[in-house]
């Protein structure tokens, strides 16, 4: 079954530096998506992006955050200086279509900022 | 806004019992679509259910049951004779149907269900 993929599965970085969170979604996929959960806490969305750009984002997606999808294959979420309350597990998903087809979530990469 | 909320913070049963967990909603939206989703201690995201509002059918597979009612915009989910390995948190999500396919999810808090041999 197709999976979507990110990497790394963990990472530390020190607080102000920018973090690079990649993913590889199944490759037929067109809706692309980050969330976040910060332990123990709900999955919370930041971003939707579709033909290139951002379609959705929510109130968390700041001026700190961008997305970017550089080769057709990797879809990936920067924190350009990262603060102690980034520290979180960070899902990407994909989607296919329209509704019908339902979200595919990759493993997650948890990122922890000291 | 969409609002779903998942009021059982954390259930804890003996194997073998049933279980349901709740899900209540809110969308001024006619159409939208729910889905429950598992986290086990891995910490991935596991897809359970995906329904569209315009589909009230119950749903059973296998253990898993699920009772969605639009009359009280509740989507329940129910464990019948559960096992150990059932124990996770469970996410009830919402997202609307646009057509345009990019809406995200809208997440409750989720229920931490534990599962005693």
């Known amino acids: 079954e197709p999976e979507v993929t990110q990497t790394p599965s963990h990472q530390v970085t020190q607080m102000g530096q920018e973090v690079i969170l990649r993913c590889v979604p199944i490759?037929?996929?067109?809706?692309f998506y980050w969330y976040r959960q910060i332990l123990g806490q709900k999955v919370e969305f930041l971003v939707s992006f579709y033909n290139n750009e951002i379609s959705e984002k929510s109130e968390i997606f700041d001026d700190q955050f961008s997305v970017e999808r550089p080769d057709g294959s990797n879809f990936t979420l920067k924190i350009r200086s990262t603060k102690l309350e980034d520290s979180a597990m960070y899902f990407c998903a994909s989607r296919r279509g329209q509704s019908v087809y339902g979200y595919t979530f990759g493993s997650g990469t948890r990122l922890t900022v000291v | 806004a969409q609002k779903v909320t998942q009021a059982q913070t954390e259930i804890s049963v003996v194997e073998k019992e049933d279980v349901t967990l709740d899900c209540v909603y809110e969308t001024r939206d006619t159409t939208y679509y729910l889905f429950w989703y598992k986290q086990p201690p891995s910490g991935e995201l596991v897809f359970l259910i995906r329904r569209n509002s315009f589909d009230e059918q119950n749903e059973i597979s296998g253990r898993y049951s699920w009772n969605f009612q639009k009359s009280t915009s509740s989507f329940n989910f129910t464990i019948t004779a559960s096992q150990v390995v059932d124990s996770a948190v469970y996410f009830c999500a919402l997202t609307l149907y646009s057509g345009g396919g990019a809406d995200g999810l809208t997440f409750g808090k989720g229920t931490h269900l534990i599962i005693q041999p």
């Open positions: 490759s037929n996929h067109l809706y």
